[in-house]
C-alpha cells in the first residue's frame, strides 16, 4: 500500500460516516455537516490517486477546488432554507412526514 | 468564421439565458417581459441548431480551443438536439404562463432563477465531460430548490429541505464515480472514458455509485420519496418545470452513461431497473388514485411515468436504437402532458382556491380550456391514440411482444388501465354540469392558453412521431464510439 | 532514509485517523456549538491533508473556504437558530 | 430510526464501505493520467502554474459554470431572505477591533499577492476572494452596519462581474475566430489575470453577501 492509497481509504471512510449521520441524523444542521464530509471524503479520493509514479497529476487538484467552492454555494443555500424550516415549523427537522 | 455560423454556435443556448437572468436581476421593472423574450430567443436558437444539425449533421464545440482530453467538448446530436428542443417548447409555455402568474414581488425571485435553472439545463445537454456534468447537475439541483423554496409555505419550504439533502447526496455519489473513472482512464470525457479499459470491478462500482447518485435526481422507486412533496407544494408553474424537465435530466445521465461509458452492462442491471421502473407504475399509478388533492395527484403521476423509462431497459439489448427512441418519446410526452397538467392544476387551485379534488365541481363552464388541457394531457399520460404516450407505449409493448418479454407487456397495459382510472378521477369532478357555485376568481388568459398548448403538443407528437425517431438518430447517440463526421 | 519513511507513515495514519475521528465527534455529538467547532478543526486538519497529497492550492483553498467561511457561515446561522428560541448559546 | 433498523443500515454501509475500498485499492495508479499533457500544453496556456493553467484555461469553462453556481446560491439566498428574523448579529468583541482594524489592511494585500502569485505558484482568484470575503467577515463582527451604510451599494455592483468579464473575454475569443475562451496565444496570460482580478472580487463580494444576510439590491419591487 501507498501513502496515497492510504488517503484514498480514509476518503471512503469520510463518505461513509457521512452518509451514516446523513440517514440517521434528525437535526438539519449535523445532516448539512454530513454532505460536507462526504464531499470531502470524495476530494480525497480524486486528489490521494492522483499521486503517480511520476509526478502529481494537476487535474483533480483544480476539480476539487471548483468542488469546494460549489460546496460552499450548496451549504450557505442549505443553512438559509434550515433557518426558514426552523422558523416556519418550529424545529430545525423534517420529522411531520417521516425519515428518508 | 461568418456571421451566420458564430449565432448558432451550441455556447449562445448557454449565454443567452444567463445574460437574461443577470437582467432580470438587475432590472427594475418588465421582468416578465424580459424573461419571456429571452425564453423566445432560447427557442429560436435550438431551432437554429436543428437546422444546422439537419444540414451537417453533428458537431462539436471544444470550449478554449484544447479538445478532449485535457479541454471540455460541448457536443450535438440529434438525442441532445431532440432533448433541448423539448426543454425550450415547455419552458416557453411555462415562462407564458409564469409571466401572469406571479405578483410583483415574486417574479423578482422568480425569473433570475428561472432563467439560471434553463441555462444549466441547456449546458448539460450539450455536455460530453463527466466532471462538466456534475457541474450542471448541480446547477440544476440547487435552482430547482431555489424555485421550489420561493413559494415560502412551510410544506414548500420542508420539500425544499429534504429535496436539498437528496440532491447534494445524489452530486456526491455520482461525484464519487466520476472520480473512480477518471484514475482508471485519464480522462473525463465520456466517449474517451467509454473506450478505456477498465478493471470490470471498478466499472461496477462506479456504475453503482454514478447510478445511484442519478436515480436519487430522477426519484426512481425507492427514491421518489422527496418527489411529491416538493411537486406538490410548488407554486405552479415550477411544479410544471420539475415534473416536466428537471427529473428528466437524471435519466437523460444516465441513458449517455449506459450507451457510452458502461456499454457492456449485463442483464442483470437492466432487469434491476426495469423491475424497479415497474414497481413505480404500479405503485406510483395506485397512489395517484388514492390522493385527495389534484397537485398530489398529479405528482404521483409523475413518479408512475417515470417508471417507463427504466421499464424499458430490459428490452434495449435486442430492441436498439428503436426501443432507446420510444423511451425518448415517452419521456417529451411526459414532459409537454406534464407541464400540461400541474399548469392546468394550478389554475383550478387558483379559480377554487383549493385544489381539493371532490370539491371541484362544476370547473367545465368557467375554465373550458383549463379542462380541455386536462383532458388532453390526460390521454397522452393514459396512452391513448392519438398522443406522443400512445407511440411511446405502442412501439415498446411491440417490442415486448416481439421479444416474447410478457411481464414488461403486462406492465404497459396495466399501467395505462391505473392511468385511465386516475385521469378519470380528476375529470369526473371537473367537467360535472350545473350552476357554478360562489364567485371564483378569474385567471389570466395566458395561464389558460398556455397549458392548452403544450397538452395539444402532447397529442400533436403522435403524429410526428416517425419525424421525431428519425432527427433522434443523427450522429448515432444510440450507438457507442466517437464518430469523427462533424 | 527507512526511519523518515516510517515517521512519515506514522504521520499519515495519524492524520487520517484524526480526520475520521473528528468527523465522527463532530456529526454525532449531540451539542450543536461543539459540532461547529468540531467541524471547522476538521478542516483545519484537511488542509494539512492537502498539503500532505502535494496540493498546496487545495490546501488554501480549504483552510479559506472550507474551514474559514464555512466556520463564519455555519456560526451566523447557528446564532440566528438559537436566538429566538432559547437566547444560549449553546443548546442541542 | 428504531435501533434494530440503525445498526442494518450501519452494517449495510460497513459492508459497501470495505466492498468500495477494495475497489479503490485495484486502480492501476500508472501512468500520468493528464499529467503529461497539462506539462505539454503549460507553456501555451499563459501561466506557468499547472492548477492555474487548468482552472482558467484548459478547464476554463468548468470555472465559469462555478461563478454561475454562486450567482446561484446568492439569488437562491435572496429568494429566501424576505421574512427571515435578519437583525444583526450581537457580537460583543470590541477588544477584537484594534486587532480587526490591522489584520483587514494586511488581508486585503494577502488577497491581491495570492491573485498576482496564482499565475506561477500555488495561489489565483478563489483563494484571494475567500481571504478578501474573510477581511469582510471579521468587518462585519466588529460592526455589523458597515457594508449596508458605506458600500452596500459598490456591493452590488461588484456582484456581476465575475461572470460578465469571464463571458466577455470568451465572447472576444470566438469573435476573433477562435473558440469560446479560446484566448490568443500570446494574451493568455493578462486575459487570465483580468478574468481572475474580476473573479476575485465578485467571489468575495458574494461569499461576504451570503454570509452577511439579506442583501437589499435588485433594483426596488
Redo the contacts between chains.
Sequence with gaps: ??????????G??????????????Q???????????????????????????????????????????????????????????????GS?T?T??G?? | MSGVSLLVQPVWLILLPLVGSIMVFLLASRRAAVGVAVVAGNLALVAGSIGRLGITGPWQHSVGGWGAPLGIDLYLDGLSATMLAMTALVSLGISAYSAAYFSAAAARHFWPLWLLLLTAMNALFLSRDL?NL??TL?LVG?AA??LT?MR???EA??A???Y???T??GS?SY??GV??L??STGSVDMVLVGEAPIPASVAAAAFALMAVGLLLKTALFPFH??LP?AHSSASAPVSAALSALVVKVGFYILLRLWIEVFPALGDGVAWLLGILGGVAVLWGSLQAILQQRAKMLVAYSTVAQLGYFFLALPLVAAGGSRVWGAIVLLVIAHALAKAAMFMAAGNLLAFAGHDRIRDLDRVVQRMPLTAAALGLAGVSIMGLPPSGGFSGKWLLLQASLEQGNWPIALVLLLGGVLAAVYVFKLLEHIFTSGTPLGEPRAVARTMEWAPLMLAIGAIVLGFLATTTLDFLIIGEPFVPGRRDDY | MVGMTLV??AF??AL?AA??WL??R???TRN?FE??VL?VA?GLL?AI??M????P??AM??AA??AG??GA??MS??A??ERPRTGQEEG? | ?TGVV?WA??GL??V??FG??SV??Q?P???????SQ?MAQLPQSGVDH??T???LN??GY??FL?LV??L??LF??WG??D???EAPLDTDIDVLTELVAFLVPVLIVVAAYLLWVGAYSPGGA?QGGAVLAGAGVLLSLCDPGWRSRRVERIGEVLLVPGVLVFLLVGLASMLLGGQFLEYPRDMAGSLILLVEGFAMLS?AVT?HT??AGTPRFGGGA
Excluded at chain 3, 500532505?52 to 496540493?55: I, M
Aim: one cysteine or more; a neutral charge; proline letters at 2%.
Design positions: 500500500m501507498t501513502p496515497a492509497q492510504l488517503y484514498a481509504l480514509v471512503i471512510g469520510l463518505f461513509f460516516v457521512g452518509l451514516y449521520a446523513l440517514g440517521v441524523r437535526h438539519l444542521l449535523p445532516r448539512i455537516l454530513a454532505l460536507n464530509i462526504m464531499g470531502s471524503g470524495v476530494f480525497v479520493v480524486l486528489v490521494a490517486l492522483a499521486r503517480r509514479s511520476d509526478g502529481v497529476d494537476p487535474v483533480p487538484h483544480a476539480m476539487v477546488i471548483t468542488g469546494i467552492v460549489v460546496a460552499v454555494s450548496a451549504t450557505a443555500l442549505a443553512l438559509r432554507l434550515m433557518l426558514r424550516v426552523a422558523h416556519a415549523t430545525a423534517l411531520d412526514t425519515d428518508e | 466532471f456534475y457541474v448541480e440547487i430548490v431555489a423554496a415560502g409555505q412551510r419550504l420542508v425544499a429541505m429534504r436539498l439533502l437528496t447534494l447526496l456526491m461525484l464519487l472520480a473512480l477518471y484514475h420519496f422527496w412533496g | 512519515s507513515w499519515d495514519i487520517g480526520l475520521l468527523a465522527w463532530c456529526l454525532f450543536l459540532s461547529v467541524f476538521f484537511m491533508a492537502w500532505r497529497l502535494e496540493a492550492d487545495v483553498a480549504e473556504i472550507g467561511l464555512t457561515l455555519l446561522a447557528l440566528r437558530l442541542r | 430510526m440503525r443500515f450501519a454501509l460497513a459497501l464501505a468500495l475500498a479503490v485499492l486502480i495508479g500508472t501512468g500520468s493520467a493528464l499529467r497539462v499547472a492548477v493553467a487548468v482552472l484548459f478547464r468548468d470555472t462555478e453556481v454562486l446561484l446560491a437562491g439566498a429566501l431572505s421574512s427571515i428574523d478563489f467571489i461569499l451570503l454570509f
